[in-house]
């Protein structure tokens, strides 16, 4: 694609490098098959080929993001779907990035978008109040369908509806940071704590903590690890995600530099796609690009560490058919496309992949908020392909898609380690118990 950036606005380095990704583009439009939004909607500009032509000529013109603008780059999942079509090697999580910034830098939003977006900007990566919220939400419940009908009210229906019913359990691992291997330790690991996922379902890293331990691994959480700032990065709230990395990586720079590490384990491949890019985030960074840099080249999903152990056999091989769902942080975002499904045959299960698992179930980290009804019919097709498998039961890698499948299935929905933590000596998952 030719572009026509002056000498000074190629000074900026965000436009440095999405003129460099602009250049990459050869239009040949592979990317409209597998976009979630454009096999929805059909419209060229929820496409990624049409988002970078409105993308280049926002920056391009030098101009303040427009209403179309806003629209259409909002609509937009950042599952990076058409990373893995494209034929180019167009880098178009950070060219949409670099446009999400700059929509959030000069954008006026209508007052009630902006209320929603303060909230769960304030809400979320907190899980203090994440946890007050959820208690909210559950007394909001049995008024759900006024809110829906009142207009200003009706924003706030989409977060009611996905709350836990009940307030899940806290983690049973309490207040400890260091979990000491069994037998020989064999490796040494942080494992990211994390912000919603650590309300939502505590009991994922609890099953992380525990399959690792048995398996020889030393588990320590690090101080500031809260949250790895995924949420508000792709809200374009560029100082707060930062902010909110530098405490994560100032807690693992510790650890390595005390007694070093042999990873930095993610169980939310959303949060794991992020971490891993913290070197380029803070590339021009003079006081954290050079530990950005060294976080990044230790982060591993769980699924990828899980692989390099020798887990020996199951305790007890189940055969259960289990509907894996690729998360698309996991296959697009981290390309990690065998892992996940390998370790759960290995582990004894029956594994079944849906039709259409390259597209998103429409969770998208806050986009089942921000975007309802376009996200409810990305969960329906998901689910019509999961159920059609005829599975017992669904695993994924990343907590907003258990918790986005499971509000439109009565099928079981658990993460992928907690089914490996179950076929090698844990617990039932809590789901699976209670289905």
Not at 224 to 242: N, P, Q
Not at 294 to 311: G, K, P, W
Not at 353 to 370: F, K, Q, V
Request: a positive charge; hydrophobic letters at 40%.
């Amino acid at each position: 694609m030719q572009t026509n950036f002056t000498l000074a606005q190629l000074a900026d380095p965000d436009t440095a490098v999405s003129e460099k990704i602009l250049r990459t583009c050869v239009h040949c439009g592979f990317c409209t098959a597998t976009c979630p939004t454009y096999v929805l909607l059909g419209d060229e500009l929820d496409s990624p080929r049409g988002r970078i032509y409105l993308i280049k000529d926002m920056l391009e013109a030098d101009k303040p993001a427009n209403d179309k603008i806003a629209l259409h780059v909002d609509r937009c999942l950042s599952c990076l779907s058409c990373m893995t079509t494209c034929p180019s090697g167009v880098d178009y999580m950070h060219l949409v990035d670099n446009a999400r910034e700059r929509i959030e830098r000069t954008y006026r939003r209508p007052w009630l978008d902006r209320v929603v977006r303060d909230v769960i900007a304030s809400v979320l990566p907190n899980p203090s109040r994440f946890r007050a919220a959820i208690g909210a939400a559950r007394v909001a419940r049995p008024l759900l369908g006024v809110i829906r009908r009142t207009p200003g009210l009706s924003r706030f229906a989409p977060m009611i509806a996905l709350a836990p019913k009940r307030l899940p359990k806290r983690s049973a691992l309490g207040a400890k940071r260091s979990f000491p291997a069994e037998g020989e330790r064999k490796a040494k690991v942080a494992l990211l704590r994390g912000c919603a996922q650590s309300v939502l379902d505590p009991g994922i890293n609890d099953a992380a903590v525990r399959l690792l331990t048995r398996k020889g691994v030393e588990v320590v959480f690090a101080e500031g690890d809260h949250c790895c700032g995924a949420l508000v990065h792709h809200m374009g709230r560029r100082a707060e995600s930062h902010a909110q990395a530098k405490k994560a990586i100032d807690g693992w720079i510790k650890l390595i530099d005390e007694g070093g590490l042999d990873a930095i384990l993610v169980t939310t491949s959303g949060c794991g796609t992020t971490v891993k890019d913290y070197g380029f985030m803070f590339r021009d960074d003079a006081d954290y690009a050079e530990k950005a840099k060294r976080v990044s080249a230790i982060a591993r999903d769980i699924s990828e560490f899980l692989e390099t152990l020798d887990l020996g056999k199951p305790n007890e091989p189940s055969g259960l058919a289990v509907a894996y769902h690729a998360a698309c942080s996991l296959q697009h975002g981290q390309q990690i496309k065998t892992a996940p499904k390998a370790l759960l045959v290995k582990a004894g299960f029956e594994v079944r992949e849906p039709a259409e698992g390259h597209l998103c179930c429409g969770s998208a980290g806050t986009y089942n908020m921000l975007q309802p009804e376009i996200s409810a019919k990305l969960r329906d097709r998901k689910v019509a392909n999961i159920e059609a498998t005829g599975a017992a039961v669904i695993a994924a890698g990343n907590i907003g898609c258990l918790t986005q499948i499971g509000s439109g299935t009565p099928l079981p929905v658990v993460h992928t380690v907690e089914l490996l933590d179950w076929a090698y000596g844990g617990p039932k998952p809590r789901a699976m118990e209670s289905a």
